[in-house]
């Protein structure tokens, strides 16, 4: 939009704003969150002491609250036009400031290495032995694995479009295959790491045959109902798993043999350093940095193959590429499987990691937290899933370290309990700014003259 | 074969690569398509006419296999003739299909939408485009060669290795693809998204990436609708060039008469989901049954109608 243009819609809507219709909007918006709060605030539930529920009416606070709605939503039709044109405007200048880059991708992968390799050191150097280990372990290990999480999903959901609400399963199926196949058999991390991968393939091979008819809300009920049965096995199976409890005593991975102990034989020892428990943490990080980047190199590779394309073309239009002879069941079902794979692998890593793993880790919101990386990423872009992966979980664990604020707020005050509605309300954010994803366009897989980056607003979304 | 050779119009009976036998299709009530029969002639364009709902799509999805007939038979015979007992032995058979040298006799009935498109070779285009929007031009030339580029990846694992077998299969993919862009003009547009071009020139892609399959009969659902007359031109001649350039076979549906009466071969009629007429352009522009039904219009305004398609 050119500068004019934007000057007359801003004096038409200057003119055509009313303060009699702004009131009424609130004071309808007020009414609406009076009969919200009316059951969920109004009264607070507690029980005295002869064990009678009594009701304590909380009225100055739901009060309090219509008096936040009706002012909240005046202000926001004053002047939340112009807020939210900027807020867009900095949004589509920020992705058109980003869009460039894609030109310096060689220098930036580059960098991008090479800071990623030099972060664990980076982090003893700033913060100490000590602090360190937050960073690396918390931050660093923590991110790159659901950064992993990410571009596995991402092949199922960004580049098929089919849209898997229970991919925490494959995670689980990968952990507890590591976990169950080291504590039973004595098998070791390496050879569990591969296993689990082969198994997560296994399983979305076999929920994939059944499901993949479906499709849109159809497959995402269907593998949200996997996830869960997954889960509920988990607990349940308690001869096998050890139900709700976990499984714990996971043996940890060694370096080609060599544990991470102050023993005789551990790491330290075996190269004459002094044992310091960084020593794992260096090496787990570099291990999930590498199989993350294992999961990229993969995906970009076969993006490139007649797979990809056929997977890409699928969430285009599944009906033009049963017209060309694709077979669609096939090749929905090996990005299902690829995906899975890679999440079995993540999660043999999360075990080995921990040592110790329960069906808690593998509840519906990490598949939805996982789904939201990829969406808030930009569907299908590697570079995306990545930054959506670091702001999102790098955020949740930032809200760890804002202890302070109940100096503030009072004792009671605990950040991270706010992760959820943070989380919401940046999803919110991202459909009204930027609902394809921090980055939309998609880079076309093969290239006759010139590359020339494909706007969001064609590419397809996927039906399932 | 007895209902097939009811031509009315067609001199001496060509030899048909498809041939659809007492074809029904029933939407609960509805009959969409009533005991058609009718055959395609190798090397040459029939076209299917007929008012609107009058069934043509329905048809064309019954031989792609995107709908399942009530009943009927749709025989394809690829490679060159075949034996009428050869066709019947295959029918009594539980089997789908039934190689001959390099060609072979299918019955597409009995096929999935993507086994008739990829064994089958017979490819479509949509009455409303499907091209993948999303994806360059040369994109959607490529994923058209799907099935034999995925069996050179060695399915993915010579590719992801970055094998040069791989390779050069995908450089001959891009020659074949570009080969077909110049055919249309497009080769300038390949990096573009398929989108963003113009709809006559998104028409025209669909027609070529159903082509880069590398099909024996290629059907078309009204791939005029939408065009200026100078975008009708260029699409006759695309046309005629694949019939006569490839030996392609091709099964049009199409309203607009200019398209069909100077291309077509052989036109097939028709109404309510029943075949009306079936013949030479020449035959169907003079039968007053087709004329009367196409149009919609009673007996004595048939003579007015007809004045107009001459003219
Ligand atoms: N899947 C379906 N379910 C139910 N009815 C259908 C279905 N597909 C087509 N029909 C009906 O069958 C009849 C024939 O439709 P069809 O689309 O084949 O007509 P057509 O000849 O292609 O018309 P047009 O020229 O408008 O494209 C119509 O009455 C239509 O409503
Ligand atoms: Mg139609």
Redesign the pocket.
């Known amino acids: 939009m050119s500068e004019g243009e934007a000057k007359t819609v801003a004096s038409d809507e200057r003119a055509s704003f009313s303060w009699i219709s702004a009131l009424r909007d609130a004071g309808f918006l007020a009414l609406f969150t009076l009969g919200l709060s009316f059951p969920i605030l109004a009264f607070r539930t507690r029980q005295d002491l002869w064990h009678g529920l009594v009701l304590d009416p909380r009225w100055d606070l739901v009060a309090t609250v219509v008096a936040i709605a009706f002012f909240g939503r005046l202000s926001w039709l004053v002047v939340g036009g112009r807020v939210s044109r900027n807020v867009q405007s900095f949004a589509t200048q920020v992705g058109e400031v980003l869009a460039p880059l894609q030109n310096y991708k060689g220098t930036f992968r580059l960098v991008g290495l090479i800071w990623l390799i030099a972060y664990p050191f980076l982090a003893v150097l700033i913060a100490g032995p000590g602090g360190a280990l937050k960073w690396i372990d918390n931050f660093g290990i923590q991110i790159l694995i659901y950064v992993m999480l990410g571009w596995g999903l991402n092949i199922v959901v960004g580049l098929a479009g089919l849209l898997d609400l229970g991919y925490v399963a494959f995670y689980a199926v990968g952990a507890y295959s590591t976990a169950l196949l080291s504590t039973y058999f004595g098998l070791s991390f390496w050879i569990c790491l591969p296993l689990a991968g082969i198994f997560a393939a296994f399983w979305g091979i076999l929920l994939g045959f059944p499901v993949l008819r479906l499709r849109g809300d159809y497959l995402a009920i269907v593998t949200l109902a996997f996830g869960e049965i997954i889960r509920l096995v988990l607990i349940n199976w308690v001869e096998l798993t050890n139900g709700a409890a976990g499984i714990s005593g996971i043996p940890r991975p060694t370096f080609f043999g060599l544990p991470f102990n102050a023993s005789d034989e551990g790491f330290a020892a075996f190269f004459g350093l002094e044992f310091t428990p960084l020593h794992r943490l260096f090496f787990l990080f570099y291990l999930i940095l590498a199989l993350a980047l294992l999961t990229n190199w993969v995906t970009i590779r076969l993006r490139r193959l007649p797979i990809g394309r056929a997977w890409e073309a699928l969430r285009e239009d599944d009906i033009a590429c049963r017209s060309l002879g694709i077979d669609t069941v096939t090749t929905k079902l090996t990005a299902f499987s690829i995906g899975a794979m890679f999440g079995g692998i993540a999660g043999a890593f999360f075990a080995a990691r921990l040592g110790f793993i329960s069906p808690k880790s593998f509840e519906f919101m990490e598949s939805a937290v996982i789904l939201s990386i990829v969406v808030l990423g930009g569907m299908g872009s590697q570079v995306g899933v990545a930054i959506a992966a670091v702001a999102m979980i790098g955020g949740t664990e930032l809200l760890r370290e804002l202890g302070w604020l109940k100096s503030i707020f009072g004792a009671g005050f605990d950040p991270t309990q706010y992760r959820m509605l943070l989380f919401g309300m940046a999803m919110v954010g991202m459909m009204v700014w930027r609902p394809r994803g921090l980055i939309s366009k998609r880079e076309p897989s093969l290239v006759l003259h010139e590359k020339r980056a494909i706007g969001g607003d064609l590419v397809k979304e996927g039906q399932g | 074969m007895g209902q097939a050779a009811m031509n009315t119009g067609v001199g001496p009976a060509l030899e048909p690569i498809l041939r659809v036998e007492h074809l029904t299709m029933r939407?609960g009530g509805?009959l969409?398509v009533n005991d058609l029969s009718f055959d395609v002639a190798r090397g040459q364009i029939t076209a299917l006419i007929?008012p609107?709902?009058?069934?043509?799509?329905?048809v064309f999805n019954c031989i792609t296999g995107f709908y399942k007939p009530t009943s009927g038979r749709v025989a394809l015979m690829s490679g060159g003739p075949q034996s009428d007992p050869a066709i019947a032995a295959l029918t009594d058979s539980p089997g789908r299909s039934q190689r001959v040298g390099r060609g072979g006799v299918y019955l597409l009935e009995r096929m999935a939408d993507s086994e008739i498109a990829a064994q089958a070779k017979v490819a479509r285009t949509f009455?409303n485009i499907r091209l993948f929007t999303g994806m360059t031009v040369l994109e959607n030339l490529i994923v058209a060669q799907h099935n034999w580029l995925n069996h050179a990846s060695g399915y993915s694992v010579l590719g992801l290795v970055g094998a040069k077998s791989f390779r050069e299969a995908e450089a001959k993919a891009v020659e074949i693809a570009v080969a077909w862009l110049d055919c249309i003009g497009l080769k300038g547009r390949a990096d573009d998204p398929a989108g963003a071009l113009p709809y006559g020139d998104q028409r025209r892609l669909e027609i070529v990436r159903a082509m880069c399959t590398g099909p024996v009969l290629l059907c078309l659902d009204?791939p005029a609708a939408g065009l200026n007359p100078r975008e009708s031109a260029e699409l006759n001649e695309l046309l005629l060039s694949i019939r006569d350039g490839n030996g392609t076979s091709l099964l049009l549906?199409e309203?607009d008469m200019s398209v069909v009466m100077e291309i077509s071969d052989h036109i097939v009629v028709?109404e309510y989901g029943k075949k009306i007429s079936d013949g030479t352009p020449d035959y169907i522009k003079n039968d007053p049954k087709v004329i009367a039904a196409y149009l919609g219009v009673e007996d004595e305004e048939v003579d007015e109608a007809e004045a107009e398609i001459e003219g």
């Open positions: 939407f509805l969409a007929g609107n709902g009058a069934g043509k799509t329905t009455q009204e549906i309203h028709l």
